[in-house]
């Protein structure tokens, strides 16, 4: 089964500094998808950034970037320039690539991002 | 333009009773799932549906039921509720293709007690 691990539980960064949020994943599958999803206080599931396996170019979405190190299963997100409104919960999300009954969205545990002004 | 429709999003309930939490999509998404939030454990999957009268199966069922008789509707029951399943639910949906992110209600709030 796959597992998507998130080793830090809070994190913090001066406003517009630079932060990068870890996750890991486990899986024995060459074909599948991450993604980074933020959860402000709102509790709202807003999807940031995504990543397709067999591409090996780091997907970008404005001050978001990712490091995919796929043969080391890590997939970072990079904020840069923070802003007080990236304050929120951070959540890495893999998804196989197989139809049918495997096609779940796994969850890490998340990451408490809080932004110092 | 509504998306994931969780109603209610507070719920209190006391030991042993039961309800329902409604979800509808109207995104005409295959998939749809149920999740728990519980604090510093990340999104719990309770059960999925991958269409209309199939459902499956999470990670954490134990106590919930499903049915899925239209693409739009994904209701979780709660039998017999107990203080362990006081958490925040949310219901997604997302298409059958694989690289497509899922879109999520706004949670409910349940608390048992």
């Known amino acids: 089964a796959q597992t998507v691990t998130q080793s830090q539980p809070e994190m913090s960064v001066q406003e517009a500094e630079t932060v990068t949020l870890s996750c890991t994943y486990d899986?024995?599958?060459?074909?599948?998808?991450l993604f980074w999803y933020k959860q402000p206080p709102s509790r709202q599931m807003i999807l940031v950034i995504r990543?397709?396996?067999?591409?090996?170019q780091n997907a970008t979405e404005n001050r978001f970037s990712v490091n995919f190190q796929k043969a080391a299963k890590s997939f970072s997100l990079k904020i840069s320039d923070s802003q007080l409104g990236d304050a929120a919960m951070y959540f890495c999300?893999?998804?196989?690539?197989?139809?049918?009954?495997?096609?779940?969205?796994?969850f890490g545990t998340g990451t408490l991002l809080a932004v110092q002004p | 333009n509504a998306g994931v429709t969780q109603t209610p999003k507070f719920r209190i309930l006391k030991i042993g009773q039961s309800m329902t939490l409604q979800c509808t999509q109207d995104m005409n998404h295959n998939y749809m799932y149920w999740y728990r939030q519980d604090p510093g454990m990340g999104l719990k999957l309770i059960y999925y549906s991958v269409g209309a009268g199939i459902t499956d199966k999470g990670e954490v069922p134990n106590g919930y039921n499903v049915s899925r008789s239209t693409t739009e509707d994904f209701p979780l029951r709660l039998e017999l509720a107990a203080p362990s399943q006081t958490s925040v639910y949310f219901c997604?949906?997302?298409?059958?293709?694989?690289?497509?992110?899922?879109?999520f209600g706004q949670g409910t709030r349940l608390t048992v007690v």
């Open positions: 990543q397709e396996a067999y591409k090996q």
């Open positions: 999300a893999y998804r196989s690539a197989g139809g049918g009954a495997t096609n779940k969205l796994i």
């Open positions: 997604a949906s997302s298409f059958t293709n694989r690289g497509t992110e899922a879109f």
């Open positions: 899986t024995s599958e060459s074909d599948y998808y």
